[in-house]
């Protein structure tokens, strides 16, 4: 199984920025699909951004223009860039890894333990 751990989660003042890191590891996978979704406090989880294997980027409607999704896959590595951050951004934000398991020949999806993202007015 594929191990997905984010970082870079914390405070930040509204119009800051942060970025987000999420890395993969494991063996035997090659991934198709790398998102970011949050869960606002008393809110369902929601789609941010994704990003897949041969470059193609999506974003809700409200953080295109300020967030970008990006990848290293040298390093297995996911980032979320967030600028001109509001307090409405303010979330659990985790990252999930959708991934073709070469041994058992099957799709599979994790995520992470999440990191908190808090905008302050």
């Known amino acids: 199984q594929v191990q997905v751990v984010e970082s870079g989660g914390g405070l930040v003042q509204a119009g800051g920025s942060l970025r987000l890191s999420c890395t993969t590891s494991g063996n035997t996978f090659r991934i198709n699909v790398m998102g970011w979704y949050r869960q606002p406090p008393r809110k369902q989880r929601e789609l941010v951004a994704t990003?897949?294997?041969?470059?193609?980027?999506n974003y809700a409607d409200s953080v295109k223009g300020r967030f970008t999704i990006s990848g290293d896959n040298a390093k297995n590595t996911v980032y979320l860039q967030m600028n001109s951050l509001k307090p409405e951004d303010t979330a659990v934000y985790y990252c999930?890894?959708?991934?073709?398991?070469?041994?058992?020949?099957?799709?599979?999806?994790?995520w992470g333990q999440g990191t908190q993202v808090t905008v302050s007015s």
């Open positions: 999930n890894a959708d991934y073709r398991d070469y041994i058992q020949q099957a799709d599979f999806n994790s």
């Open positions: 990003l897949t294997s041969g470059g193609n980027t």
